[in-house]
C-alpha cells in the first residue's frame, strides 16, 4: 500500500513540476496551484489514503509527503515571481511610459500656522497639566447653553447670533457657539478632580474683519477639585501667557460676565504690534490690548447640573481664542490670513 502511495507521489510531483514550467500567464499557473494543492486537487486527494495505513506507515508517510507539498509550493511561487515580472515587462513595452523621465518637481507639505500654533498652545497646557477631552461639532441645546445657566432670553441663543439645526428628534441642535459644552459633557461622566482641555471649532455669526470670524478655534479648559480660586487662575493663565508670548508678556485681567462663570473675567494682551502706540491699529483699534479668552470660577448652579457639590469642590474655566492668539504669536495682522490659503503666506512658516 505504501510503496503505491509513494509512486503516486512521486508521479504527482513530478507531473506538476513540468506543467507549471510549461505556464505561460498567472492566471494558467494559479489555476494549476489550486489543481495541485487545492482543497480538492491531487495531493490533498492523495493525503486523503493516509487513514488507511498503519501507524508505522503513517509515520514514515507524512514527512515524504510534507516535502512534496513544501517543493512544489516554492516552485510555483518561484514562477509566479517569474511571470509577475514579464506580465510588468510586457505591459512596459506596449505602451510608452518612460520609466526614466524624471517626476514633476512638487512642493513638501507642512503644518498649517494656525495647527503650529495650537501645537504651541496645547503642549504648553499639557505641561501645566492638562489633558485632552473632546465634544460635538453640533451640539444640542442643553449642553451648549442650558446647563451653562445661559438662559433663554440671553441673546447667543438668538437666531441672529447661532446657526439653530432642525431636528427630527423634537430636539434643537446648534452648531456649537463655545467649546463649554464639553465642560458639561466631561463633568457628566467624570468626578473630580478634573483638569482637561477640549481644544476645537466653533460658529457663530460674526462678520468676517480683521480679528473676527463666523468660524474659529477655541481652547475651552476647566480645572475642579477643592479649594481651586481665582488665584489658581490667575496663576496658570499668566504662566501660559509667558510660555506663549514670551517672560515679558503682559497680561491684563478685567471683570466681566458669562453666565456659566462667577466672577468672571476677560484676559487681554499687550498689542504686539503696536503696544499701544498707534491710534490706527488693525489689530487693537488703537487700546495698546487685545482680548484672547473669557474665564472665571464655574457657577454652583453649573457644577450642581453636573451633579457635583458646589459645597464640596469649586474651579475655574477658561475659552481662549485661538486665531487670536496665533495672530499674536506668529506677527499675523489679519484673522483672513489663516483661511485664504495664500501659499506666499503659509510657506512663511
Ligand atoms: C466664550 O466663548 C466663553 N465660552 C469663554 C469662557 C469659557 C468664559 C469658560 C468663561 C469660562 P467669548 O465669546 O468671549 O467667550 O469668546 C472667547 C474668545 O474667543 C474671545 O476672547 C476671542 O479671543 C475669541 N473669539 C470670539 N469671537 C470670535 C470671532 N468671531 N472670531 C475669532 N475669535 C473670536
Redesign the pocket.
Known amino acids: 500500500m505504501i510503496e503505491q502511495l509513494k509512486t503516486k507521489l512521486n508521479e504527482i510531483e513530478n507531473n506538476y513540476t513540468t506543467k507549471l514550467q510549461n505556464c505561460a500567464s498567472l492566471k494558467e499557473l494559479q489555476d494549476l496551484q489550486v489543481e495541485a494543492l487545492g482543497r480538492k486537487g491531487a495531493l490533498t486527494e492523495l493525503l486523503k489514503s493516509l487513514k488507511d495505513l498503519s501507524l508505522e506507515e503513517k509515520k514514515a508517510f507524512g514527512p515524504l509527503s510534507n516535502e512534496a507539498k513544501n517543493k512544489l509550493t516554492a516552485l510555483f511561487e518561484e514562477k509566479a515571481a517569474t511571470l509577475e515580472i514579464e506580465e510588468i515587462n510586457k505591459t512596459l513595452n506596449e505602451t510608452d511610459i518612460d520609466l526614466t523621465l524624471p517626476s514633476y518637481p512638487f512642493e513638501k507639505g507642512k503644518r498649517h500656522p494656525l495647527e503650529i500654533a495650537k501645537k504651541r498652545m496645547t503642549d504648553i497646557l499639557k505641561g501645566l497639566g492638562f489633558v485632552w477631552a473632546q465634544g460635538p461639532l453640533v451640539e444640542d441645546e442643553y449642553h451648549n447653553f442650558d446647563a451653562l445657566n445661559i438662559p433663554p432670553h440671553h441673546p447667543a441663543r438668538d437666531m441672529q447670533d447661532t446657526f439653530f439645526i432642525k431636528n427630527t428628534q423634537k430636539k434643537d441642535f446648534v452648531l456649537r457657539t463655545?467649546t463649554?459644552g464639553v465642560q458639561i459633557r466631561t463633568m457628566q461622566k467624570q468626578k473630580p478632580p478634573i483638569r482637561i482641555i477640549a481644544p476645537g471649532r466653533v460658529f457663530?455669526k460674526?462678520a468676517l474683519d480683521a480679528?473676527?470670524?463666523?468660524v474659529?478655534n477655541?481652547i475651552?479648559g476647566l480645572y475642579i477639585d477643592k479649594n481651586v480660586s481665582l488665584a489658581d487662575l490667575k496663576r496658570d493663565l499668566t504662566l501660559f501667557m509667558q510660555g506663549l508670548f514670551g517672560p515679558k508678556a503682559q497680561v491684563r485681567f478685567r471683570s466681566s460676565f458669562?453666565p456659566?462663570?462667577e466672577p468672571?473675567v476677560?484676559v487681554d494682551v499687550k498689542c504686539v504690534f503696536c503696544e499701544g502706540k498707534d491710534q490706527n491699529c488693525p489689530v487693537c483699534k488703537g487700546s495698546g490690548w487685545k482680548?484672547?479668552?473669557?474665564?472665571?470660577i464655574v457657577h454652583p448652579n453649573v457644577l450642581r447640573n453636573c451633579g457635583i457639590d458646589p459645597e464640596i469642590y469649586s474651579g475655574y474655566?477658561?475659552?481662549?481664542?485661538v486665531?487670536?492668539l496665533a495672530m499674536f504669536s506668529l506677527n499675523i495682522k489679519d484673522?483672513r490670513n489663516f483661511y485664504d490659503n495664500d501659499v506666499r503666506i503659509l510657506e512663511q512658516f
Not at 480679528?211 to 463666523?214: E, G, L, Q
Not at 482680548?291 to 472665571?296: D, K, N, Q, V, W
Not at 474655566?317 to 481664542?321: Q, V
Open positions: 463655545h463649554s457663530r460674526d480679528t473676527h470670524s463666523p474659529f477655541q475651552e458669562f456659566f462663570t468672571s476677560e482680548e484672547m479668552l473669557g474665564a472665571g474655566a477658561f475659552g481662549m481664542g486665531e487670536r484673522i
